[in-house]
């Protein structure tokens, strides 16, 4: 099993920055993939951006050109650095794993999420 601990939500302005990090915990050489997603009021969870273990990397259309996916895996950390914030930005943000294991075959965990409010 893998924990994911997200931190670095909170408040931003139009138009700013904000950086969010998840730290796994736990069957780290299970993981597959890493990466965010995020679920706003009356909508349904949607894709920010996924980061593969051999580098390859997936944004939203929303999130290109202005959000970044990295990994520190000293640290087991995902990071996501959200630059030319919107206020359509306002979500719960979530970090997620996709592990493979070969008794149990792939499963997927979540964090408990993260509020990031952007105001204009």
């Known amino acids: 099993q893998v924990r994911l601990v997200e931190s670095g939500g909170g408040l931003g302005q139009d138009g700013g920055s904000l950086r969010l990090s998840c730290a796994a915990s736990?069957?780290?050489?299970?993981?597959?993939?890493m990466g965010w997603y995020r679920q706003a009021a009356g909508k349904q969870r949607e894709l920010v951006a996924t980061?593969?273990?051999?580098?390859?990397?997936n944004y939203a259309d929303s999130a290109k050109g202005r959000f970044t996916i990295s990994r520190d895996n000293a640290k087991n950390t995902v990071y996501l650095q959200m630059n030319s914030l919107k206020p359509e930005d306002t979500a719960v943000y979530y970090c997620?794993?996709?592990?493979?294991?070969?008794?149990?075959?792939?499963?997927?965990?979540w964090g408990q999420g993260t509020q990031v409010t952007v105001s204009s």
């Open positions: 736990g069957s780290i050489a299970s993981i597959r993939a």
């Open positions: 997620y794993t996709r592990t493979y294991d070969y008794r149990s075959g792939y499963e997927e965990y």
């Open positions: 980061l593969t273990n051999v580098g390859g990397t």
